[in-house]
């Protein structure tokens, strides 16, 4: 049974950086691919950034390219994701996702494992 355990949110000021982490447990990720997703207040779930477990390939959305980095420490079986530069547009509630699969991709509907998200407040 695979589980997805966000932590490291919380309230910050504009400009301020967090760390989140993912940790993942229940079986091998190596032929896995890793998402971070966020939904805001009235918003639909957005993606973020994504992570192929195996060959570090990343990509991100356009809003967070240049501010936010994903990685992973394989021998942890976790996955980052470091938000610098932090605006009240990114206040959101913020999600972990694996899928199966090496390739990235930026739909919910692809991902079938997610954690139960932690919340990422940036005051201004």
């Known amino acids: 049974q695979v589980q997805l ?3 490291g949110g919380g309230l ?7 760390r989140l982490s993912c940790a993942a447990s229940g079986r091998t990720f190596s032929s896995f691919s890793m998402g971070w ?5 009235g918003k639909e779930r957005e993606f973020v950034a994504t992570i192929s ?3 570090g390939r990343t990509y991100y959305a356009d809003s967070v390219k240049g501010r936010f ?3 992973r420490d394989n021998a942890k079986n976790t996955v980052f994701l470091q938000m610098n530069s932090l605006k009240p547009e990114d206040t959101a509630i913020y999600y ?3 899928r ?6 930026t739909s ?4 079938s494992y997610w954690g139960q998200g932690t919340q990422v407040t940036v005051s201004s």
């Open 108 to 111: 919910t509907d692809s991902y």
């Open 100 to 105: 199966g699969g090496v390739g990235l991709t």
């Open 37 to 41: 997703f966020r939904q805001a207040p």
């Open 12 to 18: 910050v000021q504009a400009g301020d950086s967090l």
């Open 53 to 55: 477990w195996s060959t």
């Open 5 to 7: 355990v966000e932590s």
């Open 96 to 98: 972990c996702a694996a």
């Open 69 to 71: 980095t994903i990685s």
